[in-house]
Every structure is written in structure tokens, then in C-alpha cells.
């Protein structure tokens, strides 16, 4: 039976450290939405969402209340949008037009982001796609909870150059767009390389078509339980280091695991994944960056953050894996700069550069992450900085993604403000030398070769 | 049957058992194991008990007894028994 001591190790987690479910995600297939009127394709989505995700809010409060668990996030991911909208849409309005549907059917059932309003381009853009891409900027103006995102390369096709250089336009016309609003239109856009299918982190998140109809995918997280339990390690060997790390990572999935049956169990909807991420939040103590110090940085980005990181997500895959059921998703250690008190730290003190943030990249999910750029920086150079992180992807057979904030109107050192769980960020220098040329020879970067690997 | 989970957690005083236990018993709630200790002058008790005859909702009763606690100047939480369960059992 259950001791005192395991239970109270179980709350002290839970209220000093921070351990939460970070979100339980719905994801929904609107494939049987499809229709070639956009107005029937918009009643078609709205109906969908709001009878399958009709009780996902109440069902996640009742398992937070019986477990004492919190569990932060309750949202929906759906089919790419381009795909759902193909056959209506005519013109980048009427993509607007599904996501105004969409917003409104997340504030129907109480969610508090829906992820899906996405296109997968990684080899080439149908007329749709492109469609759905130059509506994104007013899109994400105009809506509040919608999420969007690009796959613009993957291990198997290559890089899609056209597409990486219309999503650095793309960026910067929803900065400018949501300016009034510190370009947060920017934080609900993200653009990646070998996009998994069944992601419940936004603002990545999509409902594959390869999923069922629907789909429970829960995300866990917990930097600050291990950063606990590293702490105990002070001075001790890789070896203690890392079977304390991959520990930790198992009690935390299990609780995930729990959550992700129960929610599937209550809702009659299949369980998908766990997800195996460290999710840092703006909260004192809920730090990626903290867990790196602990494991004896100074701050992430001196020499030894790339090990440190590596080793740190290997671990907690492997504590995770034996922990869940399923495993997918992005799984792996977060490291955006806005959310984590102790990355913008790092920032501040001149420790982390774009540059090393990108080393990091190669080792951890996902990418550059919530990152605040200067306002004037070029589309081209934005279109660089997503080529260099999907070329890291693509070769390394990874996630990669990027999700940066050109700050219209601010400069390096000024701070913006997003708010709630997207935080605050100091806004970053970008390389400013020019890659014009590269960025605008357009076609493909092809697929890499998967032998002699150097 | 599943199992609940009561832990109180706060400074040492007269009937904090009792208070709580009258709550079980007027609610038919069963009391299968009750273990206790002092940790740096706070009170510490776990109480496993089976709730399978309480007329109550889950929610109702833990809000009820989280109340008590209130009440008493003691944090006590209600949990159901698998989170531990997940937790510290393969």
C-alpha cells in the first residue's frame, strides 16, 4: 500500500515544484468537414469542434480536482487547414474567413489555443497552401486562440526554399499586422521542419492525417521536480547525474499517463501520445535554463550548455518511454527564451546568443524558440535563420522549428511583453550580415543522403 | 474499489483527527489505514479511505473537507489513490 512518504513526495512535487500536466490536446479530424462552399466548410468546422471537444474543459477540471493534479492547458489541434479548406477557399479571405471559425468554436468550448491552421509544404505548395500561408498575417491578427503552422522541409523531401522565403515575408507582415499588440500575432506562428503529426505543444500543434478522428495527446512537464532532484547531485558523477535525471522523468510521464487514460476514458476519445517535454514556464523554479545551472553552468550558453542539453533529453526520453505507453510528439527539452525566466537571465548577462541557442537546437526539441528580434530585421535574413534551423533538422533526422518575434518598432536591449505563459523577452541580435542572394534563387534544397554519415 | 487519498499537512493542534473523522463517518466514508508523524513541528497524517458509499460527488466531498481544514488553520487535500499508484508503482 501507499506510504506517507510517497504521497507526500507526490504534493511536495506538485506544490513546490511546480509539476503540472501542461495540456491535454483534442485533436480532431475536419477531413469530413470538407465542402467546396467556404460558408458550408465554416458551419461544417464549427458543428465538428463544438460537439467532439463539447466536455474537454469540464472532463480536464474533473481530473485536476479528483488527482490534485493541475493541468494547465485544455486545447484542440485539427487537420491542417489548407488541406480542410482546399476545395472552398479562393482567395487568402476566405482562409480568414476558417479562422474567425475557428476561433470561435475555441471560445465556444472554452479552450484556450487551437492548433491547426497549418500547411505542409515541404516539398512544394499547392495553390491552396499558398493561399492559406499569405492569409496567416491577417489570420492571426484578426483571431485570438488560433495557431498556425508551416512544414517547410523534411528529412525524406529536402527544404522547400520557396516556401522558407514567403514565410520570413510572412513573419514580418504578422509582426507588422499585431504591432499594436507587441507582434504577438508572431508567437502563434511557427514554422518547422519534420513536423510530427501528432504534437499537443502549441503553437506547433496539428491533427495529422495519418491520426484517427480523434485523438487525446497529453503533454507532461516538470523542469522544476528535476531541477530538484539535481540539486541532491551537487557534486556527484554523469552517472548519478543522469539515473536521477531519468527517474525523475519516469514519475513525472507516469502522472501523464494517468491523466492521458482517465481523459480518454471520460471522453470515449482514444489515447494518442504522451508527449515527453520539459515546458518551462515564465514561474519561478519552472526553468529549463535552471536545470542546466544545476547541472553546473553558470548560464545556458557558457561552454558545455550543448552536452549539458543533450544529455538532459536523452534522459528523459529514456525515464519517459518506460513511463508511457505511447510516446511521440515533439519529446525533448523546451528552450524558449520568453518562457523561461532563466533563459532570458542568460540573455541579460550576455551568456546566450542566437547563434548558440541555435547549437542547442541540434541536441533538444524543438528550436529557436519565442525569440525577440529586432523589428527591422530583413525577411530574407528571418528566411536565413529558418533555412540554417530546417537544414539542422532535415540532416539530423530531428524536429526543428522556428518561432521568432520581429518586434516592430524596438530595438536590441528594449524588452517586450507578451503576458501569461508566453512571458517577457529581451529582444536579441540577429547576424546582419546580408543572404539576399541564397534566399531568393529559389526551387528546393533536395533531400539529404542518409549514408556516410560525417 | 478505488481508494482516496486524505493528507493533512500543518501546525499540531487539539481534534484535528477528530474533526476530520467525524466528517467521514457522518459521510459513510470507511477508514482502511491512517499513519501520521511530525516533520519539523507540523503535523503530517495520511488517511487511506474508501468513499464507495458516500452519497457525495468526488468534488463536492473534497471541497467539503478542504473546508475543514480551513476551518481548523490545516492544509488537507483529497486525492484519488491512483496518482500515487502511477507514480511509485510499475
Keep these: ?454 | 474499489m478505488k481508494k482516496t487519498i486524505i493528507t493533512v499537512v500543518g501546525k499540531d493542534t487539539v481534534g484535528i483527527i477528530a474533526k476530520v473523522c467525524t466528517y467521514l463517518a457522518d459521510n459513510k466514508i470507511n477508514i482502511l489505514d491512517i499513519s501520521q508523524t511530525i516533520v519539523q513541528d507540523y503535523f503530517n497524517m495520511m488517511m487511506i479511505v474508501d468513499a464507495g458509499k458516500c452519497d457525495k460527488k468526488f468534488g463536492e466531498m473534497a471541497d467539503e473537507i478542504e473546508k475543514i481544514g480551513e476551518d481548523i488553520g490545516v492544509q488537507i487535500k483529497v486525492q484519488q489513490e491512483d496518482i500515487f499508484n502511477s507514480m511509485h508503482r510499475i
Excluded: W
Design chain 1, 1 to 454: 500500500m501507499i506510504n506517507i512518504f510517497e504521497v507526500n513526495e507526490t504534493n511536495n512535487m506538485i506544490e513546490h515544484e511546480n509539476l503540472d500536466v501542461r495540456t491535454i490536446t483534442l485533436g480532431i479530424s475536419l477531413l469530413d468537414c470538407i465542402d467546396s462552399d467556404v460558408d458550408k466548410v465554416c458551419e461544417n468546422i464549427y458543428n465538428k469542434i463544438t460537439t467532439v471537444a463539447k466536455d474537454l474543459v469540464a472532463t480536464g477540471q474533473e481530473i485536476e480536482k479528483e488527482y490534485g493534479i493541475p493541468i494547465v492547458n485544455k486545447r484542440i489541434s485539427i487537420t491542417p487547414a489548407a488541406i480542410v479548406g482546399g476545395a472552398a477557399c479562393k482567395t487568402p479571405d476566405d482562409f480568414v474567413k476558417i479562422a474567425q471559425t475557428l476561433d470561435k468554436a475555441a471560445k465556444k468550448v472554452g479552450v484556450n489555443f487551437l492548433g491547426g491552421f497549418s500547411a505542409l509544404v515541404s516539398k512544394g505548395m499547392t495553390k491552396a497552401d499558398e493561399l492559406l500561408i499569405r492569409s496567416i498575417p491577417k489570420a492571426l491578427a484578426t483571431t485570438d486562440f488560433v495557431c498556425s503552422s508551416i512544414n517547410v522541409g523534411s528529412t525524406k523531401t529536402g527544404l522547400n526554399m520557396d516556401a522558407v522565403k514567403l514565410m520570413g515575408e510572412i513573419v514580418l507582415e504578422t509582426a507588422e499586422l499585431t504591432k499594436d499588440n507587441d507582434c504577438l500575432g508572431c508567437a502563434k506562428l511557427v514554422v518547422f521542419c519534420n513536423a510530427p503529426d501528432d504534437n499537443p505543444f502549441m503553437a506547433g500543434a496539428f491533427h495529422g492525417v495519418t491520426e484517427a478522428d480523434a485523438i487525446i495527446n497529453v503533454g507532461v512537464s516538470g523542469p522544476g521536480v528535476v531541477k530538484t532532484a539535481i540539486e541532491k547531485t551537487k557534486g556527484e558523477n554523469f552517472e548519478v547525474l543522469c539515473e536521477t535525471i531519468k527517474k525523475t522523468a519516469f514519475k513525472i510521464t507516469r502522472v501523464g499517463q494517468l491523466v492521458a487514460q482517465e481523459a480518454s476514458r471520460r471522453l470515449g476519445i482514444p489515447f494518442g501520445i504522451i508527449d515527453l517535454s520539459l515546458a518551462p514556464t515564465p514561474a519561478i523554479g519552472d526553468s529549463v535554463a535552471d536545470i542546466l545551472k544545476g547541472i553546473g553552468l553558470e548560464h545556458p550558453g557558457a561552454p558545455g550548455t550543448t552536452a549539458a542539453l543533450a544529455l538532459l533529453n536523452d534522459q528523459v526520453k529514456k525515464g519517459g518511454v518506460m513511463a508511457s505507453s505511447y510516446v511521440g510528439g515533439l519529446s525533448g527539452a523546451f528552450i524558449p527564451v520568453s518562457e523561461d525566466q532563466g533563459m532570458i537571465d542568460a540573455v541579460n548577462a550576455g551568456a546566450l546568443t542566437l547563434e548558440k541557442l541555435e547549437a542547442m537546437t541540434c541536441v533538444c526539441s524543438v528550436g529557436l524558440d519565442m525569440i525577440a528580434i529586432p523589428g527591422d530585421t530583413k525577411a530574407t535574413t528571418i528566411s536565413g535563420v529558418i533555412a540554417d534551423e530546417a537544414a539542422i533538422g532535415m540532416i539530423n533526422q530531428k524536429t526543428t522549428a522556428v518561432r521568432v518575434i520581429p518586434v516592430i518598432g524596438k530595438k536590441v536591449g528594449e524588452v517586450v511583453e507578451f503576458g501569461g505563459l508566453l512571458g517577457y523577452a529581451p529582444i536579441m541580435p540577429v547576424n546582419s550580415f546580408s543572404c539576399d542572394e541564397f534566399v531568393n534563387r529559389g526551387g528546393r534544397i533536395p533531400a539529404p543522403i542518409h549514408s556516410f554519415k560525417n
